[in-house]
């Protein structure tokens, strides 16, 4: 089946203008996560979802920072007045359960959205 | 402290050579640890599992967790140059908790 589909793959934009990144998780995966992976970092939480549940944004560095999902399918990750220091891998990846793994349910990456902020 | 400890390398090894690579994390709780590999421009790709400690083999890797020392390993044997790779380990209890990231490279 189709793994973690994420859009677009490649975003260039100016500073100050509002970006809005797309992930389509595998289906049936009610756990969706946002990271942000910068060059030669390791994974930043932003952000999770779990089905109907509210999402845990604790990993939001601003109120810059937003998204959504419909349910337990897509999620949209926007960026407001970007700046330079937004630019990063922007990586999506879900999984069956929350939190960790019950049998054999890890966590699946996109190939992420690489935002660079001019 | 952080949560999860890496060292970022970068680690060059001749094709054939035995690879190490090692975790340590801080917060006792963890009960899931996982190796990611990330090829470059793609997202990371689970690699290993293991749950609590001991070892778990496939192939020619091999995970090891030691929850005494707070310490997790991967090991791969032969390396090959389809190994050249960023390896991230992870680890979680009611959230996930990624290394930075070991750059590997395996020269032919």
């Known amino acids: 089946g189709a793994g973690v589909s994420q859009s677009p793959s490649n975003k260039v934009t100016e500073k100050g203008k509002d970006v809005e990144l797309r992930c389509d998780p595998i289906?049936?995966?009610?756990?969706l996560y946002w990271y942000r992976q910068r060059l030669g970092q390791g994974l930043e939480f932003l952000i999770y979802?779990?089905?109907?549940?509210?999402?845990?944004k604790s990993g939001l560095p601003s109120d810059r920072f937003s998204a959504e999902r419909t349910g337990e399918s897509v999620s949209t990750l926007t960026i407001q007045r970007t700046q330079q220091e937004d630019s990063a891998v922007y990586l999506c990846?879900?999984?069956?359960?929350?939190?960790?793994?019950?049998?054999?349910?890890?966590?699946?990456f996109g190939n992420g959205t690489r935002l660079t902020v001019t | 402290q952080k949560e999860v400890e890496q060292d970022p390398g970068p680690l060059s090894v001749p094709e054939g050579a035995i690879v190490s690579l090692n975790c340590t994390y801080s917060?006792?709780?963890?009960?899931?640890f996982m190796w990611y590999r990330q090829y470059s421009r793609k997202g990371p790709e689970l690699l290993m599992y293991?749950?609590?400690?001991g070892n778990k083999e496939d192939g020619r890797f091999t995970a090891q967790v030691d929850k005494s020392s707070k310490y997790i390993s991967l090991f791969i044997r032969d390396s090959q140059p389809s190994d050249s790779a960023t390896y991230l380990c992870?680890?979680?209890?009611?959230?996930?908790?990624f290394g930075t990231g070991t750059s590997l490279t395996v020269i032919p």
């Open positions: 289906s049936g995966h009610t756990a």
């Open positions: 990846a879900s999984s069956l359960v929350p939190g960790g793994f019950v049998g054999n349910s890890p966590l699946h």
């Open positions: 917060n006792s709780a963890f009960q899931y």
């Open positions: 979802f779990q089905g109907n549940s509210a999402p845990d």
């Open positions: 992870a680890m979680s209890g009611n959230q996930f908790y």
């Open positions: 293991t749950y609590s400690s």
